[in-house]
């Protein structure tokens, strides 16, 4: 890689200076990196989303280390995101919770509610304890591309643009945290991750699945902008066995197609944990190698299939 401009460091406590001092800090986390910046600072807040050419209206996740910096944020903390958060945190899932009035409108895009969540990584978690408050950071990716797994795809994107990368180690997970919206009586899916809806489903019983009404939509900003997307056309394919090869596309997914050596690249996935980690790091890989279409194969949309089936469906819509 070419000489970066962006400060790269091991230190959780130097990049917490930086951040302290009102510079975007990218960091490590156990499902994507995110860009992160202490919640309190407004303009840090609002420079993030100059960084990455964030629409306004998509609000951030603010990251915590203990329950006492949730109470921070939230007015409210229902018995359903109680027992979730019991369950889940540290981990890969996000709540939406009632804002509390002292938090910066600017972290949630003007919004009343808060999307919280306790990432579990000893870089993450030591990078907020020292900031001494929670870190808002969306995925640190520049806005439609796929979020970063590395910290090297990182600097590919925001290179000069942030101050700072806390270096660790690739993403665990490779895919977004769940986001659950708590705010009403059943709690509601908004964003499929890391975390299936099986698994929440075994603490609360009720958990909703998006089923697209446009009330439900507007409670998802997210969900109103092209994501994820490579530059190489993606193409979502049901069954890899009717491919007939293309020696200027790639392949990814866990069923090979007929005659594999009829493609630019390929890669084999053992299951859906695999192909979750490798899917954003694949789309990274092929625009490097000028790749012009992706062949993705659709997974069962069970467990973190539902996420993947997600993010491969919206890097295919026409952007
Ligand atoms: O795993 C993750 O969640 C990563 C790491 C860095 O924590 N973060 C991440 O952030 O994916 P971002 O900004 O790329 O995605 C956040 C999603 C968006 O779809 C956003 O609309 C939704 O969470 N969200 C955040 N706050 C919300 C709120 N108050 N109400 C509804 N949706 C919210
Ligand atoms: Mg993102």
């Known amino acids: 890689m070419r000489k970066l401009e962006t400060f790269i460091t091991d230190s959780p406590d130097e990049a917490a200076r930086i951040a302290l001092a009102g510079e975007l800090v990218a960091f490590p986390t156990e499902t994507v990196y995110g860009l992160g910046a202490p919640i309190?600072?407004?303009?840090?807040?609002?420079?993030?989303?100059?960084?990455?050419?964030?629409?306004?209206?998509?609000?951030?996740?603010a990251h915590v280390v203990d329950r006492d910096q949730i109470n921070e944020l939230t007015t409210h903390v229902p018995p359903a995101a109680e027992a979730l958060a019991?369950?889940?945190?540290?981990?890969?899932?996000?709540?939406?919770?009632?804002?509390?009035?002292?938090?910066?409108?600017?972290?949630?895009?003007?919004?009343?509610?808060?999307?919280?969540?306790?990432p579990d990584h000893p870089a993450a978690s030591a990078f907020i304890r020292a900031v001494g408050q929670p870190v808002v950071a969306p995925s640190a990716n520049r806005s439609g591309r796929p979020s970063p797994t590395t910290w090297q795809a990182v600097a590919e994107d925001l290179d000069g643009r942030i101050a700072c990368i806390l270096r660790g180690e690739r993403s665990r997970a490779g895919l977004e945290s769940t986001v659950v919206d708590c705010t009403t009586d059943r709690p509601l899916v908004l964003r499929p991750g890391s975390i299936g809806i099986e698994q929440l489903r075994q603490v609360v019983g009720d958990v909703r699945f998006m089923s697209g009404t446009q009330e439900e939509l507007a409670r998802s900003p997210g969900t109103r902008f092209r994501h994820y997307a490579p530059a190489a056309r993606v193409i979502a394919v049901e069954d890899p066995a009717a491919l007939s090869g293309d020696p200027a596309a790639a392949f990814i997914g866990i069923n090979l197609?007929?005659?594999?050596?009829?493609?630019?690249?390929?890669?084999?996935?053992?299951?859906?944990?695999?192909?979750?980690?490798?899917?954003?790091?694949?789309?990274?890989?092929?625009?490097?190698?000028?790749?012009?279409?992706?062949?993705?194969?659709?997974?069962?949309?069970?467990?973190?299939?539902?996420?993947?089936?997600?993010?491969?469906?919206?890097?295919?819509?026409?952007g």
Do not use: W
Request: charged share 30%; glycine share 6%; hydrophobic share 40%.
């Open 40 to 61: 309190f600072d407004r303009r840090a807040v609002a420079r993030i989303y100059k960084a990455k050419g964030r629409p306004p209206s998509n609000p951030l996740i």
């Open 86 to 118: 019991d369950a889940f945190f540290p981990g890969p899932l996000t709540l939406v919770l009632p804002r509390h009035p002292a938090v910066p409108p600017e972290a949630t895009a003007g919004l009343n509610s808060i999307g919280i969540r306790m």
């Open 257 to 318: 197609p007929p005659s594999t050596e009829n493609y630019a690249l390929v890669r084999r996935c053992r299951d859906a944990d695999e192909y979750a980690h490798e899917l954003f790091e694949f789309f990274r890989a092929c625009d490097a190698a000028r790749i012009e279409t992706i062949y993705c194969e659709l997974v069962a949309p069970e467990g973190i299939g539902r996420a993947l089936d997600d993010r491969i469906r919206r890097a295919a819509e026409e």
